[in-house]
């Protein structure tokens, strides 16, 4: 039995890996992490868009990232878009808070765990409601 548990372990260790994924940084990536948030008074904070990044606010842009379902499917016109992969996500695997947008497609888009490329107007949302910070709307698959 000894043996067998052995054997399990040494299979189990040679077939895992760590998870790879490519660099998605970009200067609008780059750009949309500029955004901070300031304290204004005690408990209170305000969301701060420096003006190279409002300079961005409303253009179309292209973003390459990792497609993060919002809904369940495998086909998808609304979903966020991550600097990481799914099983970098906090709310899905571990990991740190990563840059994403909220995207909205003009037609759908089949869910992969690839890299994928997107591109939409940026629209910055300052209102200090609690939707997303960032949206890239009547966005198409490069």
């Known amino acids: 039995m000894r043996i067998v548990l052995i054997w399990v372990l040494l299979f189990v260790s040679f077939g895992a890996k760590a998870q790879v994924h490519a ?3 970009t200067t609008n990536w780059n750009l949309i992490g500029l955004k901070y948030d300031k304290q204004v008074k005690p408990l209170v904070w305000q969301v701060v868009f420096p003006p190279a990044l409002k300079a961005i606010n409303h ?3 292209e973003l390459p990232g990792y497609i993060i379902p919002t809904r369940v499917g ?3 016109t609304e979903f966020m878009l991550s600097i990481v992969p799914i099983a970098s996500c ?3 695997g571990t990991g740190d808070i990563p840059s994403m947008v909220e995207v909205k497609m003009l037609k759908p888009i089949k869910w992969t765990d ?3 490329l997107i591109k939409g107007k940026l629209e ?3 209102s200090g409601d609690s939707r997303s ?6 966005a198409v698959q490069k």
């Open 59 to 61: 253009k179309v842009i």
């Open 74 to 76: 495998n086909s998808f």
């Open 133 to 138: 910070t960032f949206f890239l709307l009547d």
């Open 90 to 92: 906090p709310y899905c």
């Open 124 to 126: 910055i949302n300052d």
């Open 23 to 25: 660099d998605m940084r």
């Open 114 to 116: 690839a890299p994928v």
